[in-house]
Every structure is written in C-alpha cells, then in structure tokens.
C-alpha cells in the first residue's frame, strides 16, 4: 500500500503491468486478508487519481465516523470470503478454481 500512497508511485505501478499480475493473483488465491488486500490495490491502480490536496493517501484526514464505516465494511468483506472459501472446501473446490468474486477488468 505504500507504493501506491502518492500519485508518482501509482504511476510506476500501473507502468509496470501490476494491475494484470494483481488480477492473476486474484483468480487462485484462497487467503481472505491477501484476496482483500489485492482487491483494494486494483480499485486503487484502476480508479480515477484523487483531486489537489490527496496526492498522497496516506495523508488524507478520514472523518472518524467514515473510518469506523470503513473499518465495519472490511470486516465483513473478510466474513464473506472466510465463509466463500469454507464452503468452497466443503464442495472439494481446489486451488486454480475461480474465487468467490472476480475484480473488475
């Protein structure tokens, strides 16, 4: 999440093809927090950049209250994949398979 923090290292990342090897990832991994995590990177490198003043993401001031909504909508994604992935299991889906929920392309 660094890298992509500020608008020159969104830039390098996008340069260097990440996006396609994030998207690849995406397919075959099975862990909730690395599934989550690239999900957000991909949102980050594919979206529109940010206006003046939010150049650098780590520096932008989140209202408390969006915070915590954040924070709740997060937890809850990760619910849903742990219990994507568990059922997944059950159903003797092996790694290769497509995950629960593709990013966007």
């Known amino acids: 999440p660094q890298l992509t923090a500020t608008e020159p290292g969104r830039r390098v990342v996008r340069a260097r093809g990440t996006y396609v090897v994030l998207r690849e990832l995406h397919r075959w991994e099975r862990d909730p927090e ?62 290769g398979q497509e995950s629960p929920q593709e990013p966007p392309r």
């Open 34 to 95: 690395v599934l989550s995590t690239c999900h957000k990177v991909i949102q980050v490198l594919i979206g529109e950049e940010p206006g003046p003043g939010m150049e650098n993401l780590l520096e932008v001031t989140v209202p408390a209250e969006l915070e915590q909504r954040l924070q709740r909508l997060d937890r809850e994604e990760e619910e849903q994949w742990r219990k994507s992935r568990e059922q997944g299991q059950g159903q003797g889906q092996g790694q």
